[in-house]
């Protein structure tokens, strides 16, 4: 997909309104939703660094994703800039909305671009925001696209910096068209091969299995 429209910066009202929901939703999770998180490695300590949360009450243009995960996108101080949602139904095959719900209008933003400023000579990038937070767990700094549709020009310009661009893409056709458009646009990129996508990896082998996908031998321990 090419660039679209021009970030525009929000105004003081629309990231009063976003904290504010941020932090509800946060105090909103249950213990399904915690459970549902623990199945997928993302303990309490990801949850809440992440200001993950469940809509419980929700704002003004989030009705139709009450009971859903919302996954707010921080900016390198921690304050949201968006939030998207997931619903927590295995399988989801709702006819009223997808896995993944964007509020009509926002614009496809990075997920995690605090591990931008925090990262070094390399970055790693996934397609979903809980695959980026899997890798930030396990200390390999990673920013996370909104989808495999969605990847922008200036996501290019934000990881040009970079020696080394770990792609995570995953193991579908999607992930693979996806990896093509950013090995294409980033001469540094590389993928890394997967059977299974990055949160089901880690489920399945731990964190060996994630390192050992890198090529590299543990580092962090799980």
Not at 176 to 202: E, F, P
Request: aromatic share 8%; glycine share 10%; charged share 25%.
């Amino acid at each position: 997909m090419t660039e679209r429209e021009p970030l525009v910066p929000l105004s003081a009202s629309q990231l009063e309104t976003l904290e504010e929901a941020t932090a509800s939703y946060q105090r909103a999770v249950s213990v399904d939703a915690a459970r549902y998180l623990s199945a997928r490695g993302i303990g309490r300590e990801e949850a809440r660094t992440n200001r993950l949360g469940v809509v419980g009450d929700p704002f003004p243009g989030h009705t139709r994703y009450q009971g859903m995960l919302a996954i707010p996108y921080l900016d390198r101080n921690g304050r949201p800039l968006a939030i998207r949602f997931r619903c927590l139904v295995d399988g989801c095959a709702h006819e009223y909305h997808g896995k993944y719900n964007s509020v009509k209008g926002d614009h496809p933003r990075m997920y995690g671009i605090a591990s931008i400023f925090a990262a070094k000579d390399e970055i790693h990038v996934t397609e979903g925001e809980l695959d980026r937070n899997i890798l930030v767990k396990l200390g390999l700094p990673a920013v996370a696209l909104p989808g495999a549709e969605l990847w922008q020009g200036r996501f290019r310009r934000m990881l040009a910096g970079f020696n080394r661009v770990w792609m995570w893409a995953d193991p579908d056709d999607a992930g693979s068209d996806l990896l093509n458009k950013v090995t294409r646009q980033l001469r540094q990129a590389k993928g890394i091969r997967l059977k299974q996508d990055v949160t089901d990896t880690y489920v399945a082998g731990g964190a060996d299995a994630i390192f050992a996908a890198l090529g590299r031998e543990k580092e962090v321990a799980a």
